[in-house]
Structure formats: structure tokens, C-alpha cells
């Protein structure tokens, strides 16, 4: 009978997984605006031989851009390659969502859990966009999984120092997950520690060592400088309570739970994350990820063990299943209705651009302007960026990363196409618009009912 209840769990498990790649199946075919396009054109650059922070900017630690790197040496520019690693990551995630809770809390929280985590908006948003997170989710859960299930320390170690290499915001749980090891007096503390400084510390410094200051200030000092904007981070914060009520619902049942200690380390993790993103300067919606495993595991044993706890009739017990199944897939599917008509709509005008440019240049023409298309256009049209800088994000420049006026003088001269969006990302600053005014002619303008108007320019 156990064996078979394992069989159905599992069972269950697939059909969850099966469900989440037919919804994400749109979003994997179809390229998007966005950072990724970014971290694609940088792979490229890595691929033939440039090294971030010494020939680019790039504001992250190493593993995401090197992973992407290799997809590109081995196949091109294959949009539904590099977008599988994040769905990739995202299943391997659940995976060890699913096992961890199975161990800890039984068939039932595993389900659950790995049901709340899998069918969360952010997760099967991001499941699609490689902005480095979900790898980063991937190897901190499978650190948690060899940490807590398996006992393997060196093996956990490890993976959280893979962690940390691929996105800085695992760092703090992972330290929080150190401290409570720590603490407990656990006789793996030394060998978790130092696999994971192993990892962490000589990945850093080697780069360190190779590019000592281009290295340090894009990693780390580039996100204290950021400027800071609380009435966005709160909307930010607002808006991804809003789309993932039910997983930080279902993780606030904890405090209805007797007996919650068992679930402590994992509740006192997703606080931390929660609570260290309020302090920072800004944030975006898939920045609270790092923190999603940990609360679907708690939401995942909160669920049932209140549910096993009602003192009622089976009749009435099976009613209020009844009623949160319904809620669940009411949720779910209006989760997946946003996706189609919103999330995973695509670039309207792509295929115009792509055309565009094609036909008002040379082979010798570069491109330069808004981070979230024109990486992507490069990458369709083969084309290059100018002065590879690739990342033109507004903090880039505010934070005094890179000198505005000295790459706009650079690229005078120069044969390009200048793409900005309206009044948004580049062309935020006067002095972008007044390098267009005075040094290139414009060309024409495609609106895209999502992204607005996209302006293109030719300059030299």
C-alpha cells in the first residue's frame, strides 16, 4: 500500500510537470523584449572569446553568462535552446521542492508544495527568461536537498556556492541557512562551509585576480549605487503578493501549525530573503524567486497539516477539498489566461524591425540603443553593437558605470543604427536625444501595442 501511494505521488508529481511545460511551451518559442536579450548577446561576445568585465560590462557574477556561452558555441543563436535554461531549471527546481517535502512532510505537502511552487505567476513567467535566477533557484534548492534529506555536506556546499556564482541574491539564504547549521552545534558545519567557500570564494578570486577592479565594482558595488525609487519597490513588492497570493497565503497558514519547528529553518530562509529585499535600493519582480521554494514548502505542510487537523465528517472534509481545488485551478487559470494574452504575447514588431534593418544597412553597420530589443535584433540580423556595450540600462550610466558622453562621442563617426524606445530606457537622458538631433537623421517609427513606439535613427 505505501508503495503504491509513492507511485501515485509520483504519478501526480508528472502530470504537474506535464501541465507546466504545455503552458510554458508558448513562451519558450517566442522571442520577447527584455533583459535576456542582453545576456544572450553577451554569451555570443563570451563565445568568441571576449571576457565579461574586462571587453563588456556585465553586472553579475560569472556561471549564467558562461552557461549561455556554451549553448551558443554549440548551436547559434537557438532562442528555444537558451530559453531552456531557465524551464530546465525551473522543473529541476521542483523536483527537489517535491523531495524535500516528501521526506520532511510526507506525500500529500509534497504535492502540494511542488503544485504551488510549479503554478506560482512569477515561476511560470520566468521559466522562459533567462535573467540567471532560476539556474540560481536550481542549485540553491538541490543544496537544500543533498543539506537537509541526504546529509551531504560537501555535496551541498557545493551547489550553494554554484549558487552563488550564478546570482548574488542566493547568497542570503544561504547564509541564513550557515547560521542556523552553525548554531545547531551540526557536525557537517566545517565541510558545508568550506565546499561552499570552495566554490564561492576561489570562482571570485580568480576573476578577482584577472580583472581586480572590473570585476568588483560592476559584481558588487554597481547595486549599492543604484538609485533608489520606494514608491516602485513597493509597487514592485505589492504587485508580486497580488499575482502569488495563493504560494504567500499558503506559507502565512504556518503560524496556524503546531508542532512549527520543523518548518522553522525553511520559514526563517523565506523571511530573510523577504525581508533583505525591503532594504534594497531596487527591485524587480523575479528577485523574490530565491525565496519561492522555501515558502512552498511551508505552504505545501501548512495545507495539510491543517487539512488533516479539521475535526469534521468526511462529507464536509471533502467539501472544503473540493472547495480549495477549485480555487486552486481558478487561480491557475487565470494565471495561465494573463500568460497567453500578456506574458508570452511576444514582439509585435520584430519581423518589421528585422526587415527594417536589413534593408537600410551595410554589412559593416553596427547597432546601438535600447537594451531590451536591440541585443535581440543584433543577434537576428547578425549584427554587431557598437563599442559592445551591450547593457545601456539607465542605472549603467547614472551610477556612473560607464561615461554617457564619452560613449556617445565614441561613436560618432561611426555607421549605425540607433534604435530607442519613446521616452523610455536610453532616450531617458537629454543627452542621448541631443546626440540624435544633432549627429543622425531619423529613419522611421514602429509602435508596438505592448512596448510602444520603437525609433529608429541612422547615424555616421
Sequence with gaps: MPKDREKLAYAIFLAFIAIFVIVALKGLATPQPGDENA?????????EGKSPYRDFFYAHPPLHIYLIALIYKILGFNIIALKLIP??????????????????FGNASALISSALFLFSYSIMFNSVFSFGIMPAVMFLTAGAYFLWIRNKY???????????????????????????????????????????????????GIFIALHKDSYLIPVYKFHLLKSSDSGENFREYADTLKLNWLLFLSAALLIFVKGKRQAGAFALVAAAHLLFLLALKKIFGFYFIIAFPFLAIIGGHSIANLYNKINLSKKWKRTILIILLV??????????????????????????????????????????????????????????????????????FITGMKDLNKALNDLKGKDILFIIRNKQ??????????????????????????EGDYLVYKCG
Design 39 to 47: 545576456y544572450y548577446y553577451m554569451g555570443r561576445l563570451v563565445s
Design 87 to 104: 524551464l530546465l531549471s525551473a522543473l529541476a527546481s521542483a523536483l527537489f521542492v517535491f523531495k524535500i517535502t516528501k521526506e520532511k
Design 154 to 204: 560537501l555535496i551541498a556546499g557545493i551547489f550553494f556556492g554554484l549558487a552563488g556564482i550564478t546570482r548574488l541574491l542566493s547568497l542570503v539564504p544561504i547564509l541564513i541557512i550557515l547560521i542556523v547549521f552553525l548554531f545547531a552545534k551540526e557536525k557537517g558545519f566545517l565541510k558545508l562551509l568550506c565546499a561552499f567557500s570552495l566554490v564561492f570564494l576561489v570562482t571570485n
Design 327 to 396: 480555487i486552486f485551478v481558478w487561480d491557475l487559470a487565470a494565471n495561465i489566461l494573463f500568460l497567453e494574452k500578456i506574458g508570452f504575447t511576444g514582439f509585435e514588431r520584430k519581423m518589421d524591425l528585422m526587415e527594417f534593418i536589413e534593408s537600410s544597412s551595410g554589412n559593416d553597420t553596427l547597432l546601438f540603443g535600447d537594451d531590451s530589443v536591440v541585443p535581440l535584433l543584433a543577434l537576428l540580423t547578425n549584427k554587431k553593437i557598437a563599442l559592445e556595450l551591450v547593457d545601456t540600462n539607465n542605472q549603467v
Design 425 to 450: 530606457g536610453i532616450s531617458y537622458f537629454k543627452e542621448v536625444r541631443s546626440f540624435l538631433d544633432k549627429n543622425c537623421g531619423f529613419l522611421s517609427q514602429f509602435h508596438d501595442k505592448m
